[in-house]
C-alpha cells in the first residue's frame, strides 16, 4: 500500500546530541510536511518542502533544519535537542486532487 | 495565539448515542475544513471536510456543520460505535485547493470516549 513512513517510530536522544528523524513516502506526492506535536497541544508546522523548494515557519528554532534529498525522503535534523523538544513528529504529503497523508510520527525523548 | 480551538479536551459518550465535537476558529480567511481522527501510536487519518461555501457535508454516520458567521463547525457522529474512541482533530487550511505554505492549523484535539 503507498504511504508514509516514519523512522523510528520512537527515539531517545540525549540533551545537546544531534538527532535525525526521517520520513519516506510511496505516494509521489510534491509537498511534505514537517509538523511538532507536544503533549496535548496542537501539531504545529515547522516547515514544508514544495518540490526542493524549502519553506521555513517563522518561529521555527534555528535549531531544527530539513533535508529532502529526493521525491521520497524527507529528514528532520535537529542539532542541539533541548528538554523542550522531545514531542511527537509528525510528517504529512500533499498532492492536488489526493489530500494529505500523515505518518504514524516520531515520539522523541530527550534525557 | 491559537486560530483553531477544540475547548473540550474530552467527551464521554454512550454507545449508540450522538457524539458532537465542537471547533472554533477566529481567521475569518479559513476557507477549508477537515476532521482527522488519530488512535495512539498512529498517525491522523482523514476522516470528513467541509469547504466553507457549504454548511453541511455527510458521509456515512459522519456529518460535519459549518456556522461561518458564528466561526464554528461540529462533527456529528451518530450512531457512535466503540471503534470511535479515538482523538479527534480539527484542521483549518487557508486553500480549499489544500497544499499551501500554511498546510493545516490544526486545533489541540478533543478524545472522544464511546461508553459500552
Known amino acids: 500500500d503507498a504511504m508514509v513512513i516514519q523512522n523510528p517510530r520512537y527515539q531517545v536522544t540525549q540533551f545537546g546530541k544531534p538527532v535525525t528523524l526521517s520520513c519516506s513516502q510511496t505516494l509521489n506526492h510534491n509537498v511534505m510536511y514537517w509538523y511538532q506535536q507536544k503533549s496535548s497541544q496542537a501539531p504545529k508546522l515547522l516547515f514544508h518542502?514544495?518540490?526542493?523548494?524549502?519553506?521555513n515557519e517563522a518561529d521555527t528554532p534555528d535549531n531544527f533544519q530539513s533535508r529532502r534529498p529526493n521525491t521520497s525522503f524527507c529528514f528532520l535534523d535537529i542539532r542541539s535537542p533541548g528538554l523542550g523538544d522531545a514531542a511527537m513528529y509528525l510528517c504529512?504529503?500533499?498532492?492536488?486532487?489526493?489530500?494529505?497523508?500523515f505518518g504514524s510520527g516520531t515520539r522523541l525523548t530527550v534525557v | 495565539d491559537q486560530q483553531v480551538k477544540q475547548n473540550s479536551p474530552s467527551l464521554s459518550v454512550q454507545e449508540g448515542r450522538i457524539s458532537i465535537l465542537n471547533c472554533d476558529y477566529t481567521n475569518s480567511m479559513f476557507d477549508y475544513f477537515l476532521w482527522y481522527k488519530k488512535y495512539p501510536a498512529e498517525g491522523p487519518t482523514f476522516l470528513i471536510s467541509?469547504?466553507?461555501?457549504?454548511d453541511k457535508n455527510e458521509d456515512g454516520r459522519f456529518t460535519v456543520f459549518l456556522n461561518k458567521s458564528a466561526k464554528h463547525l461540529s462533527l456529528h457522529i451518530v450512531p457512535s460505535q466503540p471503534g470511535d474512541s479515538a482523538v479527534y482533530f480539527c484542521a483549518a487550511s487557508l486553500n480549499k485547493a489544500g497544499g499551501g505554505a500554511d498546510g493545516l492549523t490544526f486545533g489541540k484535539g478533543t478524545h472522544l470516549i464511546i461508553q459500552p
Open positions: 467541509i469547504s466553507s461555501i457549504k
Open positions: 504529512a504529503t500533499f498532492r492536488r486532487g489526493e489530500g494529505y497523508t
Open positions: 518542502y514544495y518540490d526542493k523548494d524549502f519553506n
